[in-house]
């Protein structure tokens, strides 16, 4: 039952690191504030500004502790091979698509493409395993 408990932990673990990584690109946090000034104004409720703004002062404090969690993540799995192999590569790939860092912005497109491409690989690597099992 612990380690069933510690498993979950350190599937939990892994996906806040993509969660968080992901957030930490200045596009997607923007993307995100549209997506909920669009939704508030469906129900009528009108917003100035950009609700989540706070996240562009902390994106890469974020992005870091992502980067963390994923390095425990990956020495957790080489160690016990507990984790999915497939939600690291999609943590991993969510990492790459958010580089916050202001002097890459430029390269933004490549890392975009890049972590996309490495998130649809660890979705179809997903799809893939439960077709198998049926």
Known sequence: MIRNIKE???GATGSVSGATSILGSWQVCHN???GIVALLSMVGIAVAGMPLLFLTKIAVPLWVIAVIFLIITVVVYFKKKC???NLI???????IAGV????LQKF????WIFGGLIV???I???AKDKFNRR
């Open 83 to 85: 984790i999915s192999k």
């Open 120 to 122: 649809l690989t660890a």
């Open 89 to 95: 590569i999609l943590n991993s790939g969510f990492i």
């Open 8 to 10: 979950k932990l350190i």
């Open 124 to 126: 179809i690597l997903f």
């Open 108 to 111: 933004s497109t490549f890392f």
């Open 100 to 103: 916050p860092f202001q002097p």
């Open 32 to 34: 995100i504030c549209l």
